[in-house]
């Protein structure tokens, strides 16, 4: 596992050492885009790509084979969707969005309801025994990104804070202990 030694035996105990506080300057534009798409309800072709790219830039060729008709259609579904997997299976559907990609959309919408789904993040919930599945933390699927949003929402609602505070407050926990490189294979 590429953590350090925690200090802390579970997350519980870990998350009322301090939420994170202001975002980033560069997210908290993304999130203010996120307010007025919602209201809205749906995402421009630019908000799309942009929110794409902040969570990985990597597949921003794949992201633009997507029109903007196709992204209107796809957030509209996802937006209006009742269930939390239809919300997923909406935004997956457009090429390069992955379920990393698609929460990290999702946390740019509605930041109190949802935390991305991030590598970092889910080493801490592994190593704490939050999650008992994945370890490495990569090729997620649906059903993973949905007990990790379950655990955010129970861990928020315990503190009274957001999704995005108690995933992103995670996430800085990982970067702080992470020894060795981030996709270095998990140690026994």
């Known amino acids: 596992m590429p953590l350090s030694p925690l200090r802390h035996r579970s997350l519980a ?3 009322p050492c301090g939420l994170a506080g202001e975002e980033d300057p560069g ?5 203010a885009r996120g307010v007025r798409a919602r209201r809205r309800g749906w995402l421009t072709r630019g908000e799309f790509i942009a929110m794409c790219r902040w969570k990985s830039p990597r597949a921003t060729p794949h992201y633009g084979k997507n029109s903007a008709g196709r992204i209107r259609a796809a957030t509209e579904r996802a937006l209006a969707a009742r269930s ?3 919300r997923m299976e909406h935004l997956t559907a457009l090429s390069g969005v992955s379920v990393p990609v698609a929460s990290a959309i999702l946390t740019l919408l509605d930041p109190r309801r949802y935390g991305v789904l991030d590598i970092r993040v889910w080493q801490l919930l592994f190593a704490l025994r939050s999650v008992g599945v994945n370890r490495a933390g990569r090729g997620f699927s649906i059903a993973q990104w949905e007990q990790y949003l379950a655990t955010l929402r129970g861990h928020a609602r315990r503190l009274g804070a957001t999704a995005r505070a108690v995933e992103y407050t995670l996430f800085l926990r990982h970067r702080a202990h992470q020894r060795g490189r981030l996709y270095d294979p998990p140690r026994r």
């Open 27 to 31: 997210t908290a534009r993304l999130m």
């Open 84 to 86: 939390e997997r239809r």
């Open 13 to 15: 105990a870990l998350l």
